[in-house]
């Protein structure tokens, strides 16, 4: 399983000993209202964490922990996994993060990070993100990245905004930040 770093971020598959730090995470209501609109029980996390490990075993991919390199905390999570779940879909990046966290750039530097590990170790030929319509932070966040937006499509039982990018716009992405 890969752990990734940022300048900032240790970027963790997700495990048990990140529990705690994932149940106060997802039962946020602020975090949640735009992912599954409630928060989630403990029992949902635990049992989240056992899907996830999982999807690791199976795919060599799926959800981190983000831990902020500073304090040590657990500050958020992201993905990069198939769309619906399905490996006949093309890959999806996803993130949360706690709310006394946000402004901070933390969201795009773990993106970035992800983004790379797909298209370089993945090999990848795009990536999706989806959001609820009306969650204008991750739509930002997928702009910084180089995504596009693509229209709404339904995933996970819902209308989504999709966003994607392709790993030759992402390499010009990548050549311009380095200039």
Known sequence: ????????????????????????????????????????????????????????????????????????????????????????NEHEIGWRLRPDRWGRGYASEAARRMAAFAFDDLRAPSLAAICHPDNADSAKVMARLGMRYRGDEVWHGQTVAVYDIGASAFAATRDMEQR
């Open 1 to 88: 399983m890969t752990v990734l770093h940022t300048a900032r971020l240790r970027l963790e598959p997700i495990a048990p000993e990140h529990y705690e730090g994932l149940r106060v995470l997802n039962a946020d209501p602020v975090v949640q209202r735009y992912i599954s609109g409630r928060p989630e029980t403990p029992d949902e996390t635990a049992a989240m964490i056992e899907r996830v490990q999982g999807r690791w075993k199976q795919f060599g991919h799926s959800w981190w922990s983000f831990i902020e390199q500073e304090t040590g905390e657990l500050v958020g999570a992201g993905c990069i996994q198939h769309l619906g779940h399905d490996p006949a």
